[in-house]
């Protein structure tokens, strides 16, 4: 009897520390997999968006990320960031999900602009977490394989000039799009307007064979039809203003890219400068 007692209760303590183990290690999983580690894993609107900058720890230092793209042939990743206040040595480290670290090289740094590459980023990378450091604090940047952009291939320019370049052609890009969604929106109200109007003429046709209160309800339906008409014109006149402002920004940004490449060409076609020095060693060579 003594034996079964001993044996249950031993039993029960080791069921309990098999269920305290359990609880643990099910606690150590998530929280490794928490967003504490890696957050933004959740939803894809808590990864970092563009444009918009992002205080670095408790310093005067600001990031924002203004270009993330991929390309899967390359296995690489180009990120640009634009840094302000920064006075000291600035790092950067990066992780995917699995947290296997990501080789960062800076390809340039230059008035506050730096330009990444991430290496060795396979096409099932899913997210990745991109760390700065400035001052000892940190600030961690995300994207995910949807919110990155996915190109052919990535270019990395000499200097600044080529990346403010490709600012501007995508900003040229993006306004093509706005404009065309804009056109798509003035034709789809044109649509309804369309739609509105053969149930109106239908309609008043029909009206002489109805009944008073069919009539009543037909006039009610028709003047509502009219209303719904004329909110979709105010909507197609916001529209074509909006389509007007853009155009003159896409023109803006056009006229931009060609001083800047007009200046891009005249500093490349500039003859190199030679000192005084180079000009003798040079008639001392030809006089030999």
């Known amino acids: 009897m003594s034996y079964k007692v001993v044996r249950l209760a031993h039993a029960g303590k080791r069921n309990r520390y098999l269920a305290a183990t359990g609880i643990a290690f099910i606690g150590y999983v998530l929280f490794l997999s928490s967003a504490l580690w890696f957050p933004g894993q959740k939803k894809s609107m808590e990864y970092t968006p563009l444009g918009i900058q992002q205080e670095i720890g408790e310093t005067t230092c600001m990031v924002s990320v203004v270009y993330w793209a991929y390309a ?16 000291s040595e600035v790092t950067f480290s990066a992780v995917d999900k699995a947290r296997d670290p990501i080789p960062v090289e800076v390809k340039l740094a230059q008035s506050g602009t730096y330009v990444l590459k991430l290496s060795s980023v396979p096409e099932d990378f899913q997210a990745i977490s991109l760390c700065v450091m400035v001052e000892g604090q940190t600030r961690r940047l995300y994207t995910n394989i949807d919110q990155v952009e996915q190109v052919n291939r990535l270019h990395f320019y000499p200097d600044l000039t080529g990346y403010y370049q490709a600012r501007i052609q995508r900003n040229i890009e993006v306004l093509e799009q706005e404009i065309a969604a804009e056109k798509a929106q003035i034709q789809e109200l044109d649509d309804q307007i369309a739609a509105y109007q053969v149930q109106i003429t239908q309609t008043s046709e029909r009206m002489p064979y109805l009944s008073r209160q069919q009539r009543t309800d037909a006039e009610n339906s028709i003047e509502t039809w009219k209303k719904e008409i004329a909110e979709c014109q105010e909507k197609q006149q916001a529209a074509t203003e909006q389509i007007t402002e853009l155009v003159d920004e896409q023109e803006k940004q056009k006229q931009l890219l060609e001083s800047s490449e007009l200046e891009d060409f005249e500093r490349q076609s500039e003859p190199a400068s030679v000192s005084e020095s180079d000009t003798k060693e040079q008639e001392s060579e030809e006089t030999k």
């Open 72 to 87: 899967p042939e390359q296995e690489a990743m180009l990120v640009e960031l634009d840094l302000d206040g920064i006075r």
